[in-house]
Nanobody, 124 residues
Framework: QVQLVESGGGLVQTGGSLRLSCAAS????????MGWFRQAPGKEREFVTVMNSNDGGGTFYADSVKGRFTISRDNAKSTVYLQMDSLRPEDTAVYYC????????????????WGQGTQVTVYS
């Protein structure tokens, strides 16, 4: 049974930083592209970033977070991270990690596995 468990969310002031973690189990982690999505109240879930499965593989970011967020992974720990810097109130959302996209990696429907989400709230 695949499990993805996010942690690291919280309340942070504008301009601050947070580091999210997503620990995976039940899958051969190193083989899977891993992505982060977020969902704000009243909005659809949106793509944030994805990292390919290969060591040093490609990473892709939504324009809204490019230059501020960094995805990384530790295959030995089966964990993917999202370092979020220069946070803004519009980054407030529940953040989800996801694994194994079978289609477009920007499309939430393409992902087979999801975590339960972690809340990030940025106040001004």
């Amino acid at each position: 049974q695949v499990q993805l468990v996010e942690s690291g969310g919280g309340l942070v002031q504008t301009g601050g930083s947070l580091r999210l973690s997503c620990a995976a189990s039940g899958l051969t982690f190193s083989r899977y592209p891993m992505g982060w999505f977020r969902q704000a109240p009243g909005k659809e879930r949106e793509f944030v970033t994805v990292m390919n499965s290969n060591d040093g593989g490609g990473t892709f970011y939504a324009d809204s977070v490019k230059g501020r967020f960094t995805i990384s992974r530790d295959n030995a720990k089966s964990t993917v991270y999202l370092q979020m810097d220069s946070l803004r109130p519009e980054d407030t959302a529940v953040y989800y990690c996801a694994a194994d996209p079978t289609g477009s990696w920007r499309d939430a429907d393409a992902y087979s596995y999801w975590g339960q989400g972690t809340q990030v709230t940025v106040y001004s």
